[in-house]
Nanobody, 117 residues
């Protein structure tokens, strides 16, 4: 059984930074492109960043390009999302999962990010 645990969210002021972590157990994530998704209240889930299995290729949604950085440590089966220059519109629950296809059996509880003064 695969278990996904996201952490690192919190309340931060506009312009601040957070680093999210996602640790996966029950499978080896090296073979997967992994992504960070977010879902704000009343909105569809969106993929904001992804990283290939080797870490060689990263992609970002236009809304976060230049502010967010995705990385991974395959030895720790962990994926990270460094978020800088946060804006109120970044407020959402953040999830990690395989990308670009979301796997419902890999869903974690998510971590809440709130950007507010």
């Amino acid at each position: 059984q695969v278990r996904v645990v996201e952490s690192g969210g919190g309340l931060v002021q506009p312009g601040g930074s957070l680093r999210l972590s996602c640790t996966v157990s029950g499978t080896i994530i090296t073979i997967y492109t992994m992504g960070w998704y977010r879902q704000a209240p009343g909105k569809e889930r969106e993929l904001v960043a992804s990283i290939t299995g080797s870490g060689a290729i990263t992609t970002y949604a236009d809304a976060v390009k230049g502010r967010f950085t995705v990385s991974r440590d395959n030895a720790k089966n962990t994926v990270y999302l460094q978020m800088n220059s946060l804006k109120p519109e970044d407020t959402a629950v953040y999830y990690c999962n395989t990308a670009p296809r979301w796997r419902s059996d890999y869903r974690g509880q998510g971590t809440q990010v709130t950007v507010s003064s």
